[in-house]
């Protein structure tokens, strides 16, 4: 007994000196981001300028936006590794509608709002399927998303025969293309998202509703909050983002590969919200910290590039930094 | 008590019965589904993935994951493709050895870092993704022929592949390690509860440590025999391949939670799938249907979602009976 005492008193202590790993921990990526801008300002060429703006934020948009998705599945404790595959659906099936192959559109924008209303709601059905797995056959995450990551691109492929689908139609490609006020569409999308998704997480039942089921499922379940639905609902927003995400890389591209679409994004979109601060194991989440961590990877990829490092060096840095990013966080929870 | 134990029986036998009924499903339909030629090309084909599928059933047996396995092959394929001029066992060595060094890197991040594995082996995977580009300069590396290299994974033991034949004895070893050694108990009783092992005086850092380094290797092996027998070190191959060894694994029945599973399953678990494309290649062949190879993913997919769901009924059932 007499020992209490002491502990809480060495406690007291190591937490008046600074603490350096929560610091970073707490800080680091917006510190990585403010050095990277810094290091940049000092040494890549034309740096400081509305091109490199845009250009970075036109390609990390999809990430921000498929990560948005994967920070509140992470949030409940799972893992959805089938976006990259959702985006190759609604990638793939968004130009057959606009294209008229399924069933001639007279009107060219009721066949692109037709195009772009079915192709992310059918994403988002998937993205509820991979939840009914979760929630009602109480499937691990992993397991369960891994059905559609496999499936899904099949799926895309076979719509589309494994085809390029090639179209030049600016009612739809706006979604990519198009310069509101010199700002991107797609950065004007990304950021509503984000900010709703932000808003949503913090100030709403249906937020801390997610992060109560991350942190304790079963004490969730006992307070009474319907568990099931909060999955059910989280996969389906993460389908939903991955459908989206996949409209604006085919507008970008002007086709549509089901081969590529959003190959590889399911892993990307996981660096960002662990980088961003998002505990992989559920419970504690952050919308700004995803969107930061996947700006963070992306200017470290820019930023070796502009300097002359081959892309291939470039993943092993990227490898490193996303290592040393979640080690340095659990160190302030350790 | 009979009902319980029907349930256990086909929990661990249902993917046997499952491979035996799709074998004769395919020996009644197709004339020469059971050739000899068939045969061997399935098996020399798919050694590659029982190799990774094997490190894979170790680690998710103590409740880990392995992302990594497909670019550490992929790794491994070109640092032995580098190495083949010099002959079989500098081939073999570098293979090998690019695959134990990034097994040493995830076990190292896991097990003294305390990542999550996830997130270990998603970095691991990256960088030896970037490495493998590196060391083949974004191209694939072709293999000499006159060094006898090509023999690792073109070459026949007797009659039999002997790439089959190194996955054969990785399998019994790693059936011995599992069954008859305190290390490969140790493997399952820390997925089964790692702090109960740790408090039982197990090594729990040590052996989690051993099995990402045995995974590391096995993928790099897997390497070894991708450029033998492809006559090319590939640094794009291998995407893909963590998910096709975890889908063989959890088809073998073994639970993703760790603490349970089998070496011999996941032989099975891997066979079935490789049998499943076969079966498709044959069907396409007798003129009924015509699906394109795309359709070979989807059926997949549909595959494992079979399994998942009998699965999630089975265990469920075991925990009411327990």
């Known amino acids: ?334 | 008590m009979n009902r319980a134990r029907l349930v256990r029986i086909i929990g661990t036998y249902g993917v046997l019965i499952a491979l035996a009924a799709l074998i004769l499903f395919g020996f009644l339909r197709y004339d020469r589904f059971l050739s000899f030629y068939n045969v061997m090309t399935l098996l020399r084909y798919n050694s590659m993935f029982a190799l990774v599928a094997l490190g894979m059933c170790f680690v998710i047996m103590t409740g880990g994951i392995d992302l990594s396995v497909g670019s550490v092959a992929a790794l491994g394929s070109v640092a032995s493709a580098l190495a083949s001029p010099y002959g079989i066992v500098p081939g073999l060595a570098a293979g090998i050895g690019a695959g134990l060094a990034a097994g040493l890197i995830n076990a190292t991040l896991v097990t003294r870092a305390n990542l999550m594995p996830f997130i270990a082996t998603l970095a691991t995977m990256q960088a030896a993704s970037g490495s493998a580009l590196l060391l083949a300069g974004n191209q694939t590396v072709s293999v000499s022929y006159e060094s006898g290299f090509t023999a690792i994974g073109q070459g026949n033991f007797w009659t039999f592949p002997i790439p089959a034949a190194i996955a054969v004895v990785a399998y019994l070893i790693g059936s011995l390690v599992l069954n008859y050694t305190g290390t490969g108990r140790a493997v399952l009783a820390i997925g089964g509860g790692e702090d109960a092992s740790r408090l039982m005086g197990l090594r729990t850092d040590r052996v989690k440590f051993l099995v990402y380094v045995a995974s590391g290797g096995l993928a790099g092996l897997a390497g070894v025999i991708l450029a033998s027998q492809f006559g090319a070190g590939q640094p794009i191959e291998g995407v893909g391949w963590e998910l096709f060894a975890i889908a063989a694994v959890v088809v073998g029945g073994t639970l993703l939670t760790g603490g349970s599973g089998s070496v011999v399953t996941t032989l099975a678990g891997v066979l079935l799938l490789g049998i499943l494309f076969n079966v498709l290649n044959f069907e396409n062949g007798m003129g009924w249907i015509s699906l394109s190879a795309y359709w070979q993913s989807v059926i997949r997919g549909l595959f494992l979602l079979v399994v998942v769901l009998l699965q999630a009924r089975l265990t469920r059932r075991r925990l009411n009976a327990l």
């Not at chain 1, 076979?158 to 006020?181: K, S």
């Not at chain 1, 081959?310 to 490193?320: E, H, S, T």
């Open chain 1, 1 to 334: 007994m007499t020992e209490l005492p002491r502990s809480y008193a060495d406690r007291d202590a190591v937490a008046r000196t600074f603490d350096l790993f929560g610091f970073l921990s707490r800080y680091g990526t917006v510190i990585a981001l403010v050095l990277l801008v810094a290091f940049n300002l000092a040494f890549t060429r034309n740096f400081a300028t509305m091109q490199t703006l845009n250009v970075n934020l036109t390609q990390v948009c999809t990430i921000v936006i498929v990560a948005v998705g994967m920070t509140l599945v992470i949030a409940t404790g799972g893992i959805d590794l089938s976006v990259g595959s959702l985006m190759a659906i609604s990638g793939a099936l968004a130009p057959m509608i606009f294209m008229g192959k399924i069933l001639p559109i007279g009107s060219i924008y009721l066949g692109v709002a037709a195009a772009m209303i079915v192709s992310v709601l059918v994403a988002g059905l998937l993205g509820l399927f991979n939840g009914w797995l979760v929630a009602r056959f109480r499937v691990q995450p992993i397991v369960a998303t891994l059905v559609l990551f496999i499936a899904g691109r099949g799926i895309a492929q076979v719509m589309t025969n494994g085809n390029l689908q090639t179209f030049r139609v600016p009612e739809f490609q706006w979604i990519g293309l198009a310069r509101p006020l010199d700002i991107p569409a797609q950065v004007i999308i990304m950021a509503v998202i984000v900010a709703a998704a932000a808003w949503a997480l913090k100030k709403t039942l249906f937020g801390r509703c997610i992060l109560a089921v991350g942190g304790n499922e079963k004490a969730s379940e006992l307070a009474g909050i319907a568990v099931s639905k909060i999955k059910l609902a989280v996969y389906g927003i993460s389908g939903l983002c991955a459908g989206l995400a996949g409209l604006i890389v085919i507008a970008i591209n002007s086709s549509s590969d089901a081969n590529l679409v959003g190959l590889g994004m399911e892993l990307d979109a996981i660096a960002a919200v662990a980088v961003g601060g998002t505990l992989l194991s559920g419970g504690k989440a952050t919308i700004i910290g995803s969107l930061l961590g996947a700006l963070t990877i992306q200017l470290v990829r820019y930023t070796l590039l502009a300097n002359g490092v081959p892309d291939a060096a470039a993943l092993v840095v990227k490898a490193g930094i996303i290592a040393l990013a979640v080690w340095l966080q659990q160190q302030h929870r350790g």
